[in-house]
T-cell receptor
Framework: SQQGEEDPQALSIQEGENATMNCSYKTSINNLQWYRQNSGRGLVHLILIRSNEREKHSGRLRVTLDTSKKSSSLLITASRAADTASYFCATYGWNDMRFGAGTRLTVKP | DVKVTQSSRYLVKRTGEKVFLECVQDMDHENMFWYRQDPGLGLRLIYFSYDVKMKEKGDIPEGYSVSREKKERFSLILESASTNQTSMYLC????????????????FGSGTRLTVV
């Protein structure tokens, strides 16, 4: 069954703006991961945040995790046209990973 | 550079055919996974394997089987292809748990877009 649910389903912004995507999930997790997928390709791992962490940074990416609300957010700062892609959150629970349906981000030049 | 290779990018098969989707990884990963991806449904787990000759059903195993005879290769088999199996199929691998925690992300292949006509 699908575990994470991203919000919004689609997001369109101008280059230079920040993009925020949210993810909610249902059960306990060991960690939560964010992936990116360019159109028609495989997924690429972006960042992992463990259940005992609250915030993590990687370059222009900032991820937060609130286990009490079972939610996470991915912030991409100073977006670029090349950031156009679908972004998925994935929750790792007992022994495998479940993905949401993704947020389609379009960054207009 | 680590790699997960799926043998075909695009595949067209007829209803009722037996279809083999191959996935090979060169990272000596123990764990391998097959997902299908459909619009609005995200990725759904079909089968996964913890190690050679081991397999576990995911959320939607019906109509599929798998084979893991060698560590580097994980095959997905559609026993009798049907039109509702038209989808993008993604293979992924990951190293074994470290101290009981999955510290590492998955590495995905580029996907196989299967059309069943």
């Amino acid at each position: 069954s699908q575990q994470g649910e991203e919000d919004p389903q689609a997001l369109s912004i101008q280059e230079g703006e920040n993009a925020t995507m949210n993810c909610s999930y249902k059960t306990s997790i060991n960690n939560l991961q964010w992936y990116r997928q360019n159109s028609g390709r495989g997924l690429v791992h972006l960042i992992l945040i463990r259940s005992n962490e609250r915030e993590k940074h990687s370059g222009r990416l900032r991820v937060t995790l609130d286990t009490s609300k079972k939610s996470s957010s991915l912030l991409i700062t100073a977006s670029r046209a090349a950031d156009t892609a679908s972004y998925f959150c994935a929750t790792y629970g007992w022994n495998d990973m479940r993905f949401g349906a993704g947020t389609r981000l379009t960054v207009k030049p | 550079d680590v790699k997960v290779t799926q043998s075909s990018r695009y595949l067209v098969k007829r209803t009722g055919e037996k279809v083999f989707l191959e996935c090979v990884q060169d990272m000596d990963h123990e764990n391998m996974f097959w997902y299908r991806q459909d619009p609005g449904l995200g990725l759904r787990l079909i089968y996964f394997s913890y190690d050679v000759k081991m397999k576990e059903k995911g959320d939607i195993p019906e109509g599929y089987s798998v084979s893991r005879e060698k560590k580097e290769r994980f095959s997905l088999i559609l026993e009798s292809a049907s039109t509702n199996q038209t989808s993008m199929y993604l293979c992924a691998s990951r190293t074994r748990h470290h101290r009981g925690l999955a510290n590492y992300g998955y590495t995905f292949g580029s996907g196989t877009r299967l059309t069943v006509v």
